[in-house]
């Protein structure tokens, strides 16, 4: 049982370069969350998408951008990377969207770093 | 603004009890979730909270008291691989998920 997959697991790029994190579920789940998570700061939403073909923005969403062409795939794209994006980045889902008590299934995350 | 306190750091012994305490000023809420996450890990589901009152799985039992603004997690029989951060995560009135930094336990022998 897959879950969710993420790729790549980590990965350092140059400020200004172009990078799409990918994620995949399994499960058929409808939501699908982009999370960035920091030392000392709690896990901040950065896009999510309640079903397939739409996307919502969440607390941190400048600098990232995501599509969702269909249930499974979810990715997350930085146009131009600025050394303020090094964090760690993971991918959830959910059974139903926001407004929904179900739990979130996360994937093992991508750790990028901005150099 | 909307804010959840969690203690930053907290130690144990293997085979104690512990709580952790989480409070929590939102704009409304509909539930409240516990999450352990490893070291380099995913966070996982623990509990969901949303009405008043004790919530016991295993080892673990999850507390809420809404017109306080707090919940625990508390952990019996203490393993070392327990050691671990344990997120408080609020839902709020919009129903967006709302996440504590984490309570980081280390477990010593």
């Known amino acids: 049982i897959a879950g969710i997959t993420q790729a790549p697991t980590s990965q350092i790029l140059a400020a200004g370069r172009r990078m799409t994190l990918r994620c995949t579920q399994d499960?058929?789940?409808?939501?699908m969350y982009w999370y960035r998570q920091d030392l000392g700061l709690g896990l901040r939403l950065i896009h999510y998408s309640n079903t397939a073909g739409t996307t919502g923005k969440g607390e941190v969403p400048d600098g990232y951008s995501v599509s969702r062409a269909n249930t499974d795939d979810f990715p997350l794209t930085l146009a131009s990377a600025v050394p303020s994006q090094t964090s760690v980045y993971f991918c959830?889902?959910?059974?139903?969207?926001?407004?929904?008590?179900?739990?979130?299934?996360f994937g093992e995350g991508s750790r990028l770093t901005v150099l | 603004g909307q804010n959840i306190d969690q203690p930053t750091e907290m130690t144990a012994t293997e085979g104690a009890i512990v709580q952790i305490n989480c409070t929590y000023q939102t704009s409304g809420f509909n539930g409240l979730f516990w999450y352990q996450q490893h070291a380099g890990e995913a966070p996982t589901f623990l509990s969901y909270n949303v009405l008043d009152g004790l919530e016991e799985k295993g080892r673990f039992s999850s507390f809420l008291s809404r017109s306080k603004g707090y919940s625990y997690l508390l952990l019996k029989e203490l393993q070392m691989k327990d050691s671990a951060s344990y997120l408080c995560a609020v839902i709020d009135s919009n129903y967006q998920l709302i996440w504590g930094a984490g309570t980081k336990l280390i477990i010593k022998p």
């Open positions: 499960m058929r789940h409808n939501a």
């Open positions: 959830a889902s959910s059974e139903h969207g926001t407004g929904a008590s179900g739990e979130l299934f």
